[in-house]
């Protein structure tokens, strides 16, 4: 059974200067236990898109359908998202700034457990104490008492791992968890996130690729709002169908860093038909005419891409 | 913040004061004629021997810069002065009256700044809402009434028609008998308190507002979201105190607008503190008490100062007095 | 009301004042100070407001007063943006040595209560109008340098003027091409709740006897009333207009202010997060 199910979801924000399209048409599904990777450059929608599965877009026009385990989420009223929210399905931002400043570390994690009926303020900061070390924290009773200034990019990285598992979730939705960091670090959370998810289901939204590779048992590639290929992580890796794809693989520095020509277009004025037709290689006439459907490659089961070059050869 | 940054805002306190006192000692020396002819007219045409005698007694006699310094060294020994007014030293004539401001310049204070506080962070809060908007209007209103016509209002209302509260002083005629009482203190001290908490509730208000605004967009406040927290709880523990940190700094300042609004609420109430003092000192030209209650203030207003910048470190755990960030 | 609405009625009544100002010789027959009638009389068909304790016409006085309260008012805005924009322009670019100089005494001068400065000063150069406009535009302006100053930081930093320094332009052109039309909106902000504050003061000033004795104004009406009968009597027509009068002006500039800051300022504007 899938925990995760979504249909035809769209997203937009009226601006001043005019819509943004940030999600067009997603359909997506996450089975249980599954660890999907949500690839795209900035401004392709993914975070969006993770974003929306909460509920914690402001200022957005959703539509669609988005279901957790059987519960269609965008009917709920906002007391019953709320009581998902952290205990169900948690997200573990981008770190430098999603820490409050003026609160103790600690205590922002235990505030999270005290939530989930943990009313005893002192069990509530033991257990807080006892997620740091989950997450790898070495003095997890004293760094609880700092505040996250006193933290490196990497610990803070961890304190929010750990407050994103503190409730013991079913789903984590995990926004650019790696990003901005050094190498290293870098490397330390991505296995520490691996770990640590081993029993959830995840959806690692992520501009990196390898950061992918090593967590995600599946991914989906998404440009100006859409998916353009979805398929097994082995699968994407050594079969890339979508010329998009192709290309996010090409600016890897180990494949040589040639960047894809162009820039990523504006969610105000899409391009029609192939929205990716205007930065691609090959482009063909239909390109710039119809806008391809995301299909099953006739080569391999399961792997869908949205091009039309494929569909015909 | 470092020891450092504190010592450069202890030696402004200290410029703020020695331009303060050279102002002061300016102004006396340019006023048309001295000191002597201000206090006691006639005395240098009917007794110049007594009026020579007075001028080396103040010091009148000696060069310029002599007297400056004179001038300092008495300031900060206490001795400002005398008032025409009351020919008494400025400084005690000030220091009675002080207390007096302060008994209806503290509460009002501490209370504008909560009521500013907390309807302005949520206001902030449900910034664009019907509830955000209509608070915003009636605050402006209220800001754009002086605080005299609201101490004329509150008197006319309250003390004339309704009777509800005396219509100015600090105690009641009784007190001649059986002395003053702090209840029949408090309830003269009512209207003066609501006067001045009216008309510096809307600064804080929009200050406090615009700052708690400033925290909705904030990383921190999407990630309380996401725990599952109310949005009261959130504003309460997250966003409040972000937004209190650079009110801080804002209130000292404020303390200034209030010493103003000071003025006229207790002219208009016959309050017996610095205020009215001012009043008093201005109806006859005091000049010398006028400086000392601008030096008073001054006083107040780099206390004020040095509180917020001890205070500071107290809210954000960024910043240790004398530690580096 | 919206915001764009509260600017426009904002906008009317303070042409209303100004118009009342000009004209207020053509709309009531009686001088300010002439005593033309009996002391204390009520409103009448002959005395719109009554007369005060002197006799004179209360209707004609609250005409005349709209003149004193207007220009201490803008005089002493403009006076203070003037500084103001002056100094912080001059401050933010040219930078070093004069930036410090001038930011460090800023910095000191901000500490001193200008209230009761303002009152010692006008004690000292005895009350006019032009007197008390010219203290507050110089101690208002001090304390809107920090502002500009910030601002044109940024512009400073900006590529058109490091184009327009390239192509070699003066400093003189630079400033007034390039940086003062950029800080003219931030300025007109502060101009009108400059003129608002200083309206207020300017009526206070009156009240507490430091008024311009050789004109009409509401702060010296109020003081009249309150102090000679007109409180105690419950004479409301000769205390009420005049606070009236002053305090429908400063929600006028209020709205006017507040309307043309949201106008500039964009952050205060509802704004999308993606």
Known sequence: MSILAINDLKVQFPTPEGLVKAVNSVDL???????????????????????????????????????????????????EMRKLRGREISVIFQSPNSLNPVLKVGDQIAESIR??????????????????????????????DRYPHQFSGGMKERAMIALGLACDPRLIIADEPTKGLDANIKAQVVELIRDVTTDKSLLFITHDLSAAAQICDR???????????????????ANPLHPYTEGLFRSLPIMGMKAIRGASPSLIDIPSGCRFHPRCDRPCENCAKAHPPLVEAESSPGHLMRCFQHDRG | MKAEYLMRRAFYSFLAFMVSLTLTFVLLHLMPGDYLHSILPYLAEKNPDAARMFREQFGLNRSISEQYLLYVVNVVRGNWGYSFLYGLPVLAVIEEKLRWTLVILFPSTVLSILIGMAVGAYSGWRNGSKTDLSVLNFMIFVGAVPSYWWAMLLILIFGFHLNLFPLGGYASIEALDVGVRISDVLRHAALPVTALTISSVPGTYYLMRNSTLQTTGEEYVLTARS???????????????????????????????MIMGSVFVETIFSWPGLGLLTFEALRVRDLPLLQGIFLMDTLMVIFANIAADLSYPLIDPRVKVGENV | MSR?????????ILGAYILVALLSSVITPYSPTALVGRPLDGPSDTHLLGTNDLGQDIFSRLLYGTRATLIIGLLGALLSVLVSTLVGTVSAYYGGGVDEVITRSVD?????????LLLVLTIFFAPSIFVISGLMGVLGGTQGI????????????????????????GDLRIMTRHILPNVLPLATVKFVFAAQRYMLMGVGLGFLGLGDPSVVDWGQMISRAYYNGGFALGLWWWLIPPGIAVTLLSVALALLGYGLEEEIDPRLKRSVAI
């Not at chain 1, 450059?41 to 957790?68: D, F, P, Q």
């Not at chain 1, 002192?122 to 009773?141: F, L, R, T, W």
């Open chain 3, 108 to 116: 000191v001068l901000m500490t001193l209560p200008s209230f009761p």
């Open chain 3, 146 to 169: 920090r502002i500009i100053r910030s601002q044109v930081l940024s512009l400073v930093e900006a590529n058109f003027v490091y184009g327009a320094k390239a192509i070699g332009a």
């Open chain 3, 4 to 12: 764009k609405s509260a600017f426009s009625a904002g906008l009317f």
């Open chain 1, 115 to 144: 939530l989930v009926g943990c009313s005893n303020r002192q069990d509530a900061k033991k257990k807080a104490v006892q997620a740091m070390e989950a997450v790898g924290m070495p003095d997890a009773e004293l760094w609880a």
């Open chain 1, 29 to 79: 599904e996450l089975e249980e236990g599954e660890r999907l990777g949500m690839i795209g450059e900035t401004g392709s929608g993914k975070t969006v898109l993770g974003l929306a599965v909460v509920r914690l877009l402001s200022g957005a026009e959703v539509e669609g359908n988005i279901e957790y385990r059987g519960k269609k989420l965008l009917l709920l009223d906002e007391a």
């Open chain 2, 227 to 257: 725990k599952g927290l109310r949005e009261m709880e959130i504003l309460r523990h997250h966003a409040l105190k972000n937004a209190m940190l650079p009110m801080v700094t804002v209130i000292a300042l404020e303390l200034a607008q």
């Open chain 1, 219 to 237: 991914i989906a590639v998404m440009y100006c709002g859409e998916i353009v290929e979805v398929g097994r992580t082995e699968e994407i890796f």
